[in-house]
């Protein structure tokens, strides 16, 4: 483990002081752990840590109660791990985009961001913010590729595969299937991947399904090939409860039998680190 607290600023804060003005240094990670193997800390619910080539990558960083009135954690998320080397964010749904999440996050962080949040991601003190829009891909964010993918749910979103020369990994926020996710992974050249974090919930709202079901997770698996030996897929956004009944008028999000899921597809719990297939012991 090594430890990254760090104060920036320090020169120019006595400079500042010198001459009477207030500004305060900004504080980054006051948290030493960095986790020294690959895998994924399960923070809870869409909140993943993801270590890829010792890569600290976090995705959708969700930790307030309620998210937009509706939405509270059913299982009480981790501990936020905010020492991150890249930010992937889909969309603007509090229970992928917590502003209070996202203020403890080191703002050294690469955050790749859809276009129509780039202000809002800035404004919270992000320097290196890398607006995208579906189809992008990027070479070098923090020495990752990232793919972007065009999503389906009820307001725009986008979901990544990002990956470096050896491994590459799906996040799929939570999106229904589309057209150039299936292409994604199934494309002849650069298709598929080795590890998938897929949504399957079949969250709907006012009737109209918003999020995949648990039959299209394991198709969409299946295409991406991590349905194999030495792959493997992790479900994802299932740890949320609606926070009063009324709401069920508008919204249903239906709990995941995972007792339907084979023996590769795992869901682990909050403050559970998950090695990969390929990772040794
Ligand atoms: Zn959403
Ligand atoms: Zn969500």
Redesign the pocket.
């Known amino acids: 483990m090594r430890r990254r607290d760090v104060v920036l600023g320090l020169p120019a804060l006595g400079l500042a002081a010198s001459v009477g003005c207030a500004h305060e240094a900004v504080k980054y990670s006051t948290r030493p752990e960095r986790f020294d193997r690959d895998g994924i800390f399960h923070v809870g619910n869409s909140t993943h840590l993801i270590v890829l080539g010792g890569v600290h990558v976090l995705t959708d960083p969700w930790l307030k109660d309620p998210a937009d009135k509706i939405l509270q954690h059913r299982i009480p998320p981790a501990a936020l791990p905010i020492d991150v080397d890249v930010l992937l964010l889909?969309?603007e749904?509090e229970?992928?985009f917590d502003v209070e999440a996202l203020a403890l996050v080191d703002k050294r962080a690469v955050v790749v961001v859809p276009t129509w949040l780039e202000a809002r991601t800035r404004a919270l003190g992000f320097q290196d913010v890398r607006a995208v829009k579906a189809g992008d891909r990027l070479n070098d964010v923090g020495g990752l590729s990232v793919d972007v993918v065009r999503a389906r749910?009820?307001?725009d979103?986008v979901v990544y595969r990002f990956g470096d020369d050896h491994r590459r990994i799906f996040f799929g926020?939570?999106t229904l299937p589309t057209p150039e996710i299936t292409a994604l992974a199934t494309a002849v050249d650069q298709g598929g991947c080795d590890f998938a974090i897929l949504p399957a919930d079949a969250?709907a709202l006012m009737g109209t399904r918003?999020?995949m079901n648990v039959d299209e997770a394991l198709a969409m698996a299946t295409a991406f090939g991590v349905d194999q030996e030495g792959k493997g897929c992790m479900l994802t956004h299932h740890e949320f409860e609606l926070t009063s009944a009324v709401w069920s008028l508008i919204v249903d999000v239906k709990p995941v039998d995972v007792s339907r899921l084979p023996s590769w597809f795992t869901a682990p719990a909050p403050g559970q680190f998950l090695s990969f297939p390929w990772s040794s012991p």
């Open positions: 889909t969309h749904h229970d992928h749910h009820d307001v979103e926020g939570d969250g918003r999020v």
